[in-house]
């Protein structure tokens, strides 16, 4: 049975930053390109970060220069780093792996999801 667990959520000011993990089991880590969206209310999900099995990264135009995924094979887990937050990050943050066929800022690319972390951006 595969499981992501997302942690590291939480309430920050506004400039602040926080850290983001997935853990994954039940599935070869190392087999799988992995993806983190965000689902702000009111708002669609929407595609953050990816990286590739060999860790080539990729972001949304919003987020880049700020945010940086990484992943750790040994420790099966993808991390966010997330950097100058703004009120706008606000969102429940998801990790999830890529299918490995389509676009890679699909959601619907992705096969197994976790089940959110809580992202709150004080002004």
């Known amino acids: 049975q595969v499981q992501l667990v997302e942690s590291g959520g939480g309430l920050v000011q506004a400039g602040g930053s926080l850290r983001l993990s997935c853990a994954a089991s039940?599935?070869?880590?190392?087999?799988?390109?992995m993806g983190w969206f965000r689902q702000a209310p009111g708002k669609e999900n929407s595609f953050v970060a990816h990286?590739?099995?060999?860790?080539?990264?990729y972001y949304a135009n919003s987020v880049k220069g700020r945010f940086t995924i990484s992943r750790d094979n040994a420790k099966n887990t993808v991390y966010l780093q997330m950097n100058s937050l703004k009120p706008e990050d606000t969102a429940v943050y998801y990790c999830?792996?890529?299918?490995?066929?389509?676009?890679?800022?699909?959601?619907?690319?992705?096969?197994?999801w976790g089940q959110g972390t809580q992202v709150t951006v004080s002004s």
């Open positions: 039940g599935l070869t880590f190392a087999n799988y390109a």
């Open positions: 990286i590739t099995r060999s860790g080539t990264t």
């Open positions: 999830a792996a890529w299918t490995g066929i389509g676009g890679y800022t699909e959601a619907r690319r992705y096969g197994y």
